[in-house]
């Protein structure tokens, strides 16, 4: 294996005290939903917090230029990254809800086109039957008709003139009784008929009103998804923005990096950030566990219905030019045990290197921290190989692609974004972790070479 040292030495000069830097929304805040706020209460704060955030950058300007106290420009950027990954959070959340919105309109909207199809259905029908009823009434019509012309040719005839043509009583009463029953029988043919065509005309006429009545409602709610449509597009054009604010931070946090170096790293500042980063990472770690028993618990994953994962796991850069940068397990100037593989790859900060899911496997989340950057995390069930139950993260991407959502499935290989250098990182590079899970689901990161080698060495 080529483990390039000089490299790794160089990134851990570099990243000496920036792992406690960018973790704030691990450790220094958690959100609650504004999902009970209120629009008003949401863009007030969103105010406040552009405030603040409007206010540190003055801050931060000033102290760049004061190279006697570092601390408190390292401070002020630690509550930059709060109240910009803070509006972020605002932002995912109502993003969240217009999706699960979105969901719901579109669900109404199959409904509603199923309706639709069965009423189709209905009134093929309907007019099939009409049309054979319409054919009869046609022809008892003309029957009709050539009874009222043979009736009009003969002339009335009274009953004295039948009786007089008769040659008795008997003949007489016969013809009558004959007369009557044609009579009452046309009579009920005609009723019948007339029941008939109003019959098919208020289901001509309740197909036209439920039609009507659907196709309206219909068009609401197209109108209503191209609103939230409209509306989500404007929240990821805010967040495209947030992490642009992100990349911005980043980069004045590396024009630093070599004056955090040369801090003392057992001072009051270095101890607190890096025990913040250690909390931190531990709370991400808990939460995500606990993420993964509340799924299983409620159904939502269901390891039973998730086929074993099978067959050799995959190098997550599929690239000649990748290489491991940093091992797990060090501890080398960092505040805790490394606990994934980096991997980077030749002129990755100027490159679109792509990386790819390992195994099969569901998305249990996928988001942006200050610490991580952007993230994938992949839960794979059991895997076949060594009968472990596992799940993969995958850290610090520039952009996570667009198949990614939380529940859906993905298979190995397939691409799940590209490598960058977003949260806590000196220069483009992967971490990629992967965590044993234990029967109360609990995780512990285990060293990725015991699954899978880089096939370019």
């Excluded at 000649?320 to 991997?343: M, P, Q, W």
Aim: charged share 30%; hydrophobic share 35%.
């Amino acid at each position: 294996m080529n483990v390039k040292k000089t490299r790794i030495k160089e990134q851990i000069i570099r990243r000496v005290f920036v792992v406690g830097l960018c973790s704030a929304l691990l450790f220094g805040i958690i959100w609650v939903s504004p999902a009970a706020e209120t629009t008003e209460e949401i863009k007030s704060k969103m105010e406040q917090i552009e405030d603040r955030i409007e206010k540190q950058q003055e801050e931060i300007n000033a102290l760049r230029n004061d190279k006697k106290d570092q601390e408190k420009l390292i401070a002020a950027l630690d509550k930059q990254v709060d109240d910009v990954t803070a509006k972020t959070d605002i932002i995912d959340a109502e993003i969240a809800e217009l999706d699960g919105e979105m969901q719901t309109l579109e669900t109404k909207i199959e409904k509603l086109n199923d309706s639709i199809d069965d009423l189709q259905t209905k009134i093929a029908d309907i007019e099939t039957k009409t049309g054979a009823k319409e054919a009869l009434i046609v022809n008892m019509q003309e029957s009709l008709k050539q009874r009222l012309r043979q009736q009009y040719m003969a002339g009335p005839a009274s009953n004295l003139q039948l009786l007089l043509s008769s040659p008795d009583l008997a003949g007489f009463l016969t013809m009558t009784e004959y007369i009557h029953t044609v009579a009452v029988r046309d009579a009920a043919l005609k009723e019948s008929l007339e029941t008939e065509m109003k019959e098919l005309l208020a289901l001509k006429e309740d197909y036209a009103a439920q039609t009507k009545e659907i196709n309206g409602k219909k068009a609401d709610l197209e109108a209503e998804k191209a609103v939230f449509a409209q509306k989500r597009s404007e929240r990821r054009a805010a967040k495209k923005e947030l992490d642009n604010q992100h990349d911005r931070i980043s980069a004045a946090m590396t024009e630093i990096y070599a004056i955090i170096a040369t801090l003392d790293r057992e001072s009051s500042e270095a101890k607190r950030l890096l025990e913040k980063d250690r909390k931190a990472q531990e709370e991400l770690e808990r939460k995500l566990d606990e993420k993964l028993r509340e799924k299983k618990q409620s159904g939502a994953i269901n390891p039973d219905n998730i086929a074993v994962a099978e067959g050799k796991m995959r190098w997550p850069v599929p690239y000649e030019a990748c290489y491991i940068s940093s091992l797990f397990g060090d501890t080398v100037n960092r505040s805790h045990t490394h606990k994934g593989l980096d991997i980077s790859a030749s002129g990755a900060n100027n490159k679109d290197y792509s990386i790819i899911a390992a195994l099969d496997g569901e998305v249990l989340e996928t988001g942006y921290s200050s610490s991580m950057g952007n993230y994938v995390v992949l839960y794979h069930g059991i895997y076949a190989v060594n009968g472990k139950e596992i799940k993969t993260t995958y850290m610090h991407l520039r952009s996570v692609a667009d198949i990614v959502k939380e529940g859906v499935r993905i298979k190995a290989g397939k691409i799940i974004g590209i490598m960058g250098s977003t949260g806590n990182s000196t220069g483009a590079h992967l971490h990629f972790q992967i965590n044993e899970i234990h029967s109360d689901n609990s995780s512990t990161p285990v060293d990725p070479l015991k699954y899978v080698s880089n096939p370019y060495d």
